[in-house]
């Protein structure tokens, strides 16, 4: 990166002002003054006024359309993971919560811990809608349960919110405010069901539209 860039970026000086403090001899790098034109490496150091600078990292987040069958880990033990479908540039980021092995859909990866944690703290009760299809009609009264009262689990009430997708009874939108391990199949579980397909389309903001599967895009 150019030096006048790089100060400029460091410190919120103009372009021109950059230069300026250049010419007068008050940016050095790894010690020893600059001209206008002199580059920064990666590993050097820079200091204006005797002070070091260095430009904001930029974080980075992205979108991923999970497909069925990947693992949100770097460790797949023998499982395909969804760092897989990444170039490289992108294994530094971290899912945040997560999808299991079987379920797609919306996936978010970040370097932001603070986004991380608004997104995944209990206080801030971020929503979070999936599609699913059960291997048999849910029963109203069942749906009633889920929607008015919530089902007990060894990890405490789980409570849910049931809108059907389709006249068959077997295809629900569920939204939800929680995030415990495999909450939604346990829940239906509970009742005799069984989850053939989840797939989570809205995390709080992000919402999945029409990502294809398997392809991901930076969030803005």
């Given at each position: 990166?150019?030096?006048?860039?790089?100060v400029?970026?460091a410190?919120g000086?103009?372009?021109?002002?950059?230069?300026?403090?250049?010419g007068?001899?008050?940016?050095a790098?790894?010690?020893k003054?600059?001209?206008?034109?002199d580059?920064?490496?990666?590993?050097?150091?820079?200091?204006?006024?005797?002070?070091?600078?260095?430009?904001?990292?930029?974080?980075?987040t992205i979108?991923l359309n999970?497909?069925p069958g990947?693992?949100?880990s770097?460790?797949?033990?023998?499982s395909?993971?969804?760092?897989?479908?990444?170039?490289?540039?992108?294994?530094?980021?971290?899912?945040?919560?997560?999808?299991?092995?079987?379920?797609?859909?919306l996936?978010?990866?970040?370097?932001?811990?603070?986004?991380?944690n608004?997104l995944?703290?209990?206080?801030?009760?971020?929503?979070?809608?999936?599609?699913?299809?059960?291997?048999?009609?849910l029963?109203?009264?069942?749906?009633?349960?889920?929607?008015d009262?919530?089902?007990?689990l060894?990890?405490?009430?789980s409570q849910?919110?049931?809108?059907?997708l389709?006249?068959?009874g077997k295809?629900?939108?569920?939204?939800?405010?929680?995030?415990?391990?495999?909450q939604?199949?346990?829940t239906?579980?509970?009742?005799?069901?069984a989850?053939?397909?989840?797939?989570?389309?809205?995390?709080?903001s992000?919402?999945?539209?029409?990502l294809?599967?398997?392809?991901?895009r930076?969030?803005?």
């Amino acid at each position: 990166m150019r030096i006048n860039k790089y100060v400029a970026s460091a410190t919120g000086l103009s372009r021109r002002a950059a230069d300026r403090a250049i010419g007068e001899g008050r940016v050095a790098i790894n010690g020893k003054p600059v001209e206008l034109g002199d580059s920064v490496a990666d590993n050097d150091s820079v200091t204006l006024d005797g002070r070091p600078i260095a430009p904001a990292i930029k974080s980075r987040t992205i979108m991923l359309n999970k497909p069925p069958g990947y693992v949100c880990s770097r460790n797949g033990q023998g499982s395909q993971t969804i760092y897989d479908l990444l170039p490289a540039e992108y294994h530094a980021l971290k899912p945040v919560g997560r999808l299991d092995k079987n379920s797609s859909g919306l996936i978010l990866l970040t370097d932001d811990g603070d986004l991380a944690n608004q997104l995944t703290h209990p206080r801030y009760a971020k929503t979070k809608v999936y599609e699913i299809k059960l291997d048999n009609v849910l029963e109203p009264l069942h749906q009633q349960m889920i929607n008015d009262h919530g089902i007990q689990l060894d990890d405490g009430r789980s409570q849910l919110s049931l809108m059907k997708l389709s006249d068959t009874g077997k295809d629900w939108q569920v939204t939800m405010q929680e995030g415990r391990n495999r909450q939604i199949r346990r829940t239906l579980e509970a009742l005799g069901y069984a989850v053939s397909k989840l797939r989570r389309t809205n995390f709080g903001s992000y919402q999945l539209e029409e990502l294809t599967e398997g392809d991901y895009r930076s969030c803005i």
